[in-house]
T-cell receptor, first 117, second 108 residues
Framework: GAGVSQSPSNKVTEKGKDVELRCDPI?????LYWYRQRLGQGLEFLIY????????KSGLPSDRFSAERTGESVSTLTIQRTQQEDSAVYLC???????????????FGQGTRLTVV | DAKTTQPTSMDCAEGRAANLPCNHS???????VYWYRQIHSQGPQYIIH???NNETNEMASLIITEDRKSSTLILPHATLRDTAVYYC?????????FGTGTKLQVIP
């Protein structure tokens, strides 16, 4: 597709269950970012990938959160043993790279709305 | 990473210019200033970016002070569709970090 695609668009899960959120970046984009946005709050950085490696995982809220990327393409954000405070919109973005020389913008998906009940 | 501070909210009359300020006093010499906006229930949308010169595109103008410690996003003729949260961010070497943004309400 032409843009960043995220699935599912909505997910309702029971507390304690594991969830996987998927992001398909724009083809050729080497950088991929995950953000979380709680209701009424700003965007909270979680993790980014340069290629398949994640140089900065400092934003992951706890060890229940993990992410991987394969083939410099699709990325999966996994939340284990979900808690109610994990309820949020999870946004994925991609860009050509993080190198400032490229001076490029990041394109965002529409997000996955996660509700933990 | 350089941090940004923005007013929490602003109002603007429809048809008037909306001027959204942003402070980024710790910005380093090779970091860019980017502006995104997020309309309710949608992913963030790119608006404009710049390094040290003022920039203009079909959506907005970006004015960056000479010392680069602050910038202003200008929407020349605000419409109701411009009601959104506007994020000023500094793009460093490794990641893009957002602040809490300014909620712009365009009033009829």
């Amino acid at each position: 597709g032409a843009g960043v695609s995220q699935s599912p668009s909505n997910k309702v899960t029971e507390k304690g269950k594991d969830v996987e959120l998927r992001c398909d970046p724009i083809s050729g984009h080497t950088a991929l970012y995950w953000y979380r946005q709680r209701l009424g709050q700003g965007l909270e950085f979680l993790i980014y990938f340069q290629g398949n490696s994640a140089p900065d995982k400092s934003g992951l809220p706890s060890d229940r959160f993990s992410a991987e990327r394969t083939g410099e393409s699709v990325s999966t954000l996994t939340i284990q043993r979900t808690q109610q405070e994990d309820s949020a919109v999870y946004l994925c973005a991609s860009s050509l790279g993080t190198d400032l020389i490229l001076n490029t913008e990041a394109f965002f998906g529409q997000g996955t709305r996660l509700t933990v009940v | 990473d350089a941090k940004t501070t923005q007013p929490t909210s602003m109002d603007c009359a429809e048809g008037r210019a909306a001027n959204l300020p942003c402070n980024h006093s710790t910005i380093s010499g090779n970091e860019y200033v980017y502006w995104y906006r997020q309309i309710h229930s949608q992913g963030p949308q790119y608006i404009i970016h710049g390094l040290k010169n003022n920039e203009t595109n079909e959506m907005a103008s970006l004015i960056i002070t000479e010392d680069r410690k602050s910038s202003t996003l200008i929407l020349p003729h605000a419409t109701l569709r411009d009601t959104a949260v506007y994020y000023c961010i500094v793009w460093g070497y490794q990641k893009v970090t957002f602040g809490t943004g300014t909620k712009l309400q365009v009033i009829p």
